[in-house]
């Protein structure tokens, strides 16, 4: 199975830089996806990482380590708009028939401040 | 607008009954996902259909039960509903879904409200 941590609450000022973590222990890993989701609405694709290393979208950026079962999702130039959840996703290796089992973090609420 | 629908929007049922959610996949996409999230609980996985067949299975109760049809929309069935199961239900679709790891875009969600 799987077990992802991610803090519950973060709080930033625009313009700034925020970073959040994620980490996770799991059985089999084959990819870790990064979701936002703003109150009562759908999660929205973010990024996704299977190798070590930074994947660049932007203003958002995402790092992983596999060996250290460690992600992070950076945001620069924060605007008000980015006050949402923020969602780290594993998905399993080795389902049965192939499938996309994603196991999500319980996410993390993020204030963006004046 | 993810081009996933998912009717209805809201829906207010009573203990004991039994409701069915459906959801239509973007054009093209062939894989839909269900997902239930809860206060408490967060977003969990139930189960995800490929192309018709039941390809990934999560934590789904024995009450629950989806299919995916020849058009490829798909529907959840619940029963024997509990207060426990108030939460919002969201499907996803991805262009595959077997091997190779895809996005997956998210419907707007059916809240269900068990009083």
């Known amino acids: 199975g799987q077990n992802i941590d991610q803090p519950t609450e973060m709080t930033a000022t625009e313009g700034a830089i925020v970073q959040i973590n994620c980490t996770y222990q799991?059985?089999?890993?084959?990819?870790l996806f990064w979701y936002q989701q703003h109150a009562g609405e759908a999660p929205t694709f973010l990024s996704y990482n299977v190798l070590d290393g930074l994947e660049e979208k932007g203003r958002f950026s995402s790092f992983l380590s596999r060996s250290k079962g460690y992600s992070y999702l950076l945001l620069k130039e924060l605007q008000m708009k980015d006050s949402a959840s923020y969602l780290c996703a594993v998905r399993d290796q080795g389902v049965t028939g192939g499938g996309n089992k994603l196991t999500f973090g319980t996410g993390t609420q993020l204030k963006v401040e004046l | 607008d993810s081009g996933v629908t998912q009717t209805p929007k809201h829906l207010i049922t009573a203990t004991g009954q039994r409701v069915t959610l459906r959801c239509s996949p973007r054009?093209?996409?062939?894989?839909v996902y269900w997902y239930q999230q809860s206060l408490d609980q967060g977003l969990q996985f139930l189960i995800q259909y490929y192309n018709g067949e039941e390809r990934a299975k999560g934590n789904i109760l024995e009450r629950f039960s989806a299919q995916q049809f020849p058009d490829l929309h798909s529907e959840l069935n619940l029963s024997s509903l509990e207060l426990g199961d108030s939460a919002l239900y969201f499907c996803?679709?991805?262009?595959?879904?077997?091997?190779?790891?895809?996005?997956?875009?998210f419907g707007p969600g059916t809240r269900l409200t068990v009083t």
């Open positions: 996803a679709s991805s262009v595959g879904g077997t091997g190779v790891v895809y996005e997956q875009y």
């Open positions: 054009s093209g996409d062939l894989s």
């Open positions: 799991t059985s089999g890993f084959n990819g």
